[in-house]
């Protein structure tokens, strides 16, 4: 994709360490910014699907300066285009090394002079600040030497989840998989609530970005009620995930029952565009309206970070799912029918389904001559029962056998 080059002036003022110690020690969930990495997907997107493409990149940018993020630049600016002035690079390089000399006169100064705790919280701050600038190998390096110092399990997850996120913003899958086993392990040994519930999100973020819907429906569901994991993503967007999860993987029974009557689900649902509807018309068999609704989510997944590989897969499978819920309450039903319900011409629904049988997704046969398309589950059902029938009587046949036999 090719972007405009950008200039931006100097910037007026240097970051502050954004790891900054709180009361009690650095925050270790705020860094990486995911934020930052949400915006870099918008700017990958096709610029016509943006139309504030331009104030995306401003503040990117400006978040680079900012916060002196001098390695992020310079891993990004080649695919962006991207362009600072000398100066303002050179200042981000000086606060960098200026920084990183404070942070490690503090560590050598808790080695001389103080206890294992304060080293502990130095070498914290530092992996931190690391992370924060976009060092992506010196972030992790730092993080490794953080988590050998790190005691107790809980200190342990706070830094393997730090890494899991650099995976996250890095799309690293071989590093977000490793520490997520890291992790699983320590949890196994013990941990607190909030850490395995914490895991249980980030375990399944990372099944949605493989395309393991049905796991990541499981694990968002087991943590719907008890979410904090805001570091990944708001509330809202957490909501979102879970219900197009189970609504790609869910029976009718268990989609009405975990997320359609969920109280979680029910109290933001109308916040977040288009999900009521989406959800709603699929399963009150608003075949037309779920096809509107569809188009609309799927445009918003176009520019999803987690989900922009997986949207055409998405409204394939869904497709799919409404095709064969229609069908399953017919012998027989007209193609113009069919392509009615849907507010498609007759002559995509005949397309499509043409496809979908050829590949053995949808258990029906198109009667082309009288435009019929006709299901063929009850006579896969009768071929089971027969089958069954055989095979009983053939069980019934060597008792008899057996029973001669003992005779």
């Not at 130095?122 to 010196?138: E, M, P, R």
Request: charged fraction near 25%; charge should be negative; proline fraction near 3%.
């Amino acid at each position: 994709m090719t972007t405009a080059a950008s200039e931006i002036p100097a910037a007026a003022s240097t970051n502050a360490d954004s790891s900054s110690n709180t009361e009690h020690g650095p925050d270790v969930y705020a860094q990486p910014d995911l934020q930052l990495s949400r915006q870099l997907c918008l700017l990958r997107c096709d610029p016509e699907m943006i139309p504030d493409r331009e104030s995306i990149l401003a503040s990117v940018l400006a978040s680079v300066q900012e916060n002196d993020m001098l390695p992020l630049y310079e891993a990004l600016a080649p695919e962006f285009g991207w362009k600072l002035s000398e100066d303002v690079l050179t200042q981000m390089k000086s606060n960098n090394e200026k920084r990183l000399t404070e942070l490690d006169n503090t560590v050598k100064d808790a080695e001389e002079n103080l206890g294992e705790s304060e080293i502990r919280e130095g070498l914290l701050v530092k992996a931190l600040y690391l992370t924060q600038i976009g060092d992506k190998t010196a972030c992790v390096q730092a993080l490794d030497v953080a988590l050998d110092k790190a005691v107790g399990q809980g200190e342990k997850l706070d830094v393997l989840f730090t890494k899991i996120r650099v995976g996250f913003f890095w799309e690293d899958a071989e590093m977000i998989e490793s520490q997520i086993e890291k992790a699983q392990g320590l949890v196994e040994k013990g941990g607190d609530w909030d850490r395995k519930n914490r895991l249980k999100t980030y375990e399944g973020l990372q099944a949605m970005r493989v395309r393991d819907f049905s796991k990541a429906a499981q694990l968002f569901f087991d943590t719907l009620a008890t979410f904090t994991s805001y570091e990944l993503f708001k509330y809202n967007d957490f909501v979102r995930y879970c219900v197009l999860m189970a609504t790609l993987t869910l029976e009718r029974p268990a989609l009405k029952a975990r997320v359609i009557d969920s109280p979680e689900i029910l109290s933001v649902i109308l916040d977040i565009p288009h999900l009521s509807q989406f959800l709603n018309s699929f399963y009150d068999c608003d075949y037309k309206l779920f096809f509107v609704s569809l188009g609309e989510i799927v445009e918003e997944l176009k520019t999803d970070v987690y989900m922009a590989k997986h949207q055409a897969y998405f409204c394939r499978e869904m497709r799919i799912k409404a095709y064969s819920q229609m069908l399953e309450s017919y012998r027989s039903v007209q193609l113009t029918s069919m392509a009615d319900a849907f507010g498609v011409t007759p002559a995509f629904m005949d397309k499509e389904l043409a496809r979908f049988v050829a590949s053995g997704r949808l258990s029906c046969k198109i009667d082309k001559v009288n435009d019929v398309i006709q299901t063929t589950r009850a006579e896969s059902k009768s071929a089971q029962y027969q089958t069954v029938v055989q095979q009983g009587d053939l069980l019934l046949n060597r008792i008899h056998k057996l029973s001669r036999y003992l005779q």
